[in-house]
């Protein structure tokens, strides 16, 4: 029993941590956000280290690690507020990997491993995706449902650019028949890509309770720090109690996707469920401690309430993955008798 | 990470299980003392088995369990829904206090017989006008002739009616600084100066007692820790919480949980949208208490520091027994309202959730100060 990352995930943790902070200053997210960019010389540099294919195999182009990897990138992603089109890529590999045949995964993974074939996945329902990120950018797109999928080229899809709240990532909506169906368990597919974004949302979390709690010993007002008085400081200690709660879920769903994939299906929406709540409160609750200054333009907070926003949107809300709880936790699974 | 346990972890955890379906002592008797004298057997069945004092060091009659097995076991206990023994006060207070301050000779006197339960141990630190601020207690100890007189009033001490010693903070020094000036006391509860009245609470019952000491006296010998050194003594007795604290509070949850989902069918409300969505996040926070439990456990057992999961515990678990009894009231409809009804007792005992063992807001303040280095409150 050891609830913690391996030596060696500890030191992909701090790579990630370090690489990402020179590369994403605030101001640096900032302009690429308001010039509604990304910075391709970094994605660049995060694809040669192999990040789009942690999870792959290595016989197609990745690197053969977990889910449990892709979780500590994704949180750090998230505190850095990396304006890279990482979730979109992944999700396409995941999608791949999990519910791709032999000869798909032959022919795209390596692409999307070594970030060459730009690819992303959405969440179908009705004949279309609402919210899928860089699909005007992408080669390649996997629309998902619990039962089933397939793969469009992007000649074969109906793309339509979003204009959306988080300006940190670009996203669109998606029509399209046909294309190429993936025959294996999308399901799983789905587990993982909600896991990847509860990771993500925990370090949104982190990030914006550490810019809260920062403020709050900083500002003063009436002769003391803000900090020193209740109603602020149980503020930022319900920040904790959310985003460890967020860590924990999203953690574990990593691990059981490693190492136990029949507890996945329910920590993973629960993780999804949780993280999605906690990522609005906890930037909500951040915006809150800085007052007035947090709902400027100016201050770089609501960038990432918006994405906090957008992910917990993303792939199922907080009230869809909980009705998937419902459903799978036994609790609630068999109809009321009559 | 790995969340797996070990061979030998697992085979602790089957041996304990089989122990537990062969020797459960069934449900307390309604009566208070009947169910006392139960609680005392099963603490001597626990005794016989090895399993009274299950995380003391060895050399003082305990199994110098990993704290991976005292999480096990709270989880197994909880999960059998067996009692807690009689004197769970003693085994996880004051044991570990006499041990880590007591003399040889405070040891070889009371350690034993906290483990078989012939001596029931109670807690006196909390008074009327001194609650979370505890270190303010009035209770004082005046040394006269080699002993010491206490005079003083104390609350919420559990078990006080059945109870052989007393764990006592008192001030011994009225012109020290606040915290300076405490002592920490062995107090014999059979003596006249020592009275007993029950406290009834919201639910009918009376758990807990207030003490009235009046002269009541304690041997020198009594003293524990070196007279003035009481909070720092206290403060240990208070970080003694069992380490599976966590782990047994989430097993109890998740039991919990299932019986509101029982509830929640044979009321017929499961196509209930609103009623699946509390259950659901119900069911996702129970787990999550389990997580961060567990994920304290291993922050513990890497660093000998809490991690700031393992301080949220607690607040989380309050607030969770209170939701969920919540809805299973509001499942209730009408038959909520009624005493009698199942789920009654539960909602309005668990409203001492978030006061005792430290209320919400000053666990919230610890978070804030020590976890998240916010300034000083006050």
């Not at chain 2, 997580?291 to 291993?298: E, P, Q, S």
Request: glycine fraction near 10%.
């Amino acid at each position: 029993m050891n609830f913690d990352f391996s030596d060696d995930q500890q030191a992909i943790k701090r790579t990630a941590k370090d690489l990402l902070a020179a590369r994403f200053t605030l101001d640096r997210v900032r302009e690429l956000a308001e010039g509604r960019r990304y910075d391709e010389t970094a994605w660049t540099e995060l694809c040669e280290l192999g990040w789009p294919g942690i999870f792959v195999s290595e016989d197609n182009g990745g690197q053969g690690l977990g889910i449990v990897e892709l979780v500590i990138l994704m949180e750090e992603l998230g505190y850095a507020l990396a304006p890279v089109p990482f979730l979109s890529t992944a999700s396409a590999g995941l999608a791949l990997e999990l519910a791709g045949s032999d000869e798909q995964r032959e022919r795209w993974l390596p692409g999307i491993s070594s970030g060459e074939l730009r690819a992303t996945a959405g969440l179908e329902s009705n004949g279309e995706a609402r919210l899928v990120p860089d699909a005007d950018a992408a080669e390649l797109i996997v629309l998902l449902s619990r039962d089933g999928g397939r793969v469009l080229e992007r000649s074969q899809a109906e793309v339509e650019p979003l204009e959306t709240i988080d300006a940190t990532r670009h996203f669109a909506r998606v029509r399209g028949e046909g294309g190429e169906p993936l025959e294996g368990d999308t399901s799983a597919a789905l587990d993982r890509i909600v896991t990847a974004i509860a990771a993500e949302l925990t370090g949104v979390c982190q990030r914006t309770m550490e810019m809260a709690v920062e403020y709050a010993r900083d500002r003063k007002q009436f002769g003391r720090p803000i900090g020193a008085y209740q109603a602020v400081a149980h503020r930022c200690a319900q920040m904790l109690l959310e985003t460890e709660g967020a860590r924990s879920a999203s953690y574990y769903a990593g691990w059981t996707a490693d190492a136990e994939p029949e507890s996945m299906p329910q920590a993973a929406s629960m993780a999804k469920a949780y993280a999605s709540d906690a990522g609005w409160r906890v930037t909500a609750s951040a915006l809150q401690v800085h007052g007035g200054i947090g709902f400027t333009w100016e201050h770089d907070l609501h960038f990432f309430l918006k994405r906090a926003k957008a992910d917990g949107i993303l792939f199922g809300s907080a009230g869809s993955h909980r009705e998937r709880v419902a459903e799978l936790s036994g609790l609630a699974a068999e109809p009321a008798p009559a | 990470m790995d969340l797996t346990l070990s061979p030998s972890e697992e085979a602790f955890r089957d041996e304990l299980r089989a122990w537990l379906a062969d020797n459960h002592p069934g449900e307390d008797p309604p009566d208070d003392d009947a169910a006392f004298e139960h609680r005392r057997v099963w603490q001597k069945k626990l005794y016989d088995a090895g399993y009274a004092g299950f995380s003391w060091p060895k050399e003082y009659g305990g199994r110098g369990a990993t704290l991976i097995e005292q999480a096990l076991f709270g989880e197994e206990m909880a999960r059998a829904k067996a009692p807690s023994p009689a004197n769970v006060l003693g085994m996880v207070m004051g044991g570990p206090v006499v041990i880590a301050h007591g003399d040889d000779t405070q040891k070889e006197r009371w350690l034993k017989p906290i483990l078989t339960g012939d001596e029931i141990w109670c807690q006196g630190f909390s008074e009327p006008e001194s609650g979370s601020d505890l270190a303010s207690l009035k209770t004082r100890a005046v040394k006269s002739n080699g002993e010491w007189v206490v005079t003083g009033q104390k609350v919420w001490t559990t078990y006080a009616h059945k109870a052989k010693w007393c764990m006592l903070v008192a001030r011994t020094d009225q012109d020290a600084q606040k915290h300076a000036g405490l002592t920490y006391f062995i107090m014999d509860m059979e003596q006249e100066e020592v009275q007993v009245r029950p406290l009834r609470q919201i639910t009918g019952e009376a758990e807990f007692n207030e003490l009235f000491i009046e002269e009541a006296r304690i041997p020198d010998e009594n003293v524990v820790g070196g007279v003035g050194n009481g909070w720092t003594v206290a403060i240990t007795t208070l970080m003694h919480e069992r380490a599976g604290l966590g782990a047994s509070a989430a097993a109890g949850m998740r039991i919990a949980l299932n019986e509101l989902g029982e509830l929640a069918r044979e009321r017929g409300v499961t196509d209930d949208p609103v009623i699946r969505q509390r259950l659901a996040q119900l069911a996702i926070e129970v787990e999550l208490l389990r997580l961060n439990a567990w994920r304290g456990l291993t922050a513990i057992m890497k660093t000998g520091i809490p991690g700031p999961e393992g301080s949220v515990v607690k607040w989380q678990w309050g607030e969770l027994n209170q939701s969920l009894t919540e809805l299973a009231v509001d499942i209730l409809g009408e038959d909520g309202a009624l005493w009698d009804s199942p789920w009654t007792y539960r909602f309005l005992r668990s409203r001492a959730n978030s006061i005792e063992g430290g209320t919400t807001e000053i666990l919230k303040n610890i978070v804030a100060e020590r976890v998240l280095g916010l300034p000083k409150l006050r």
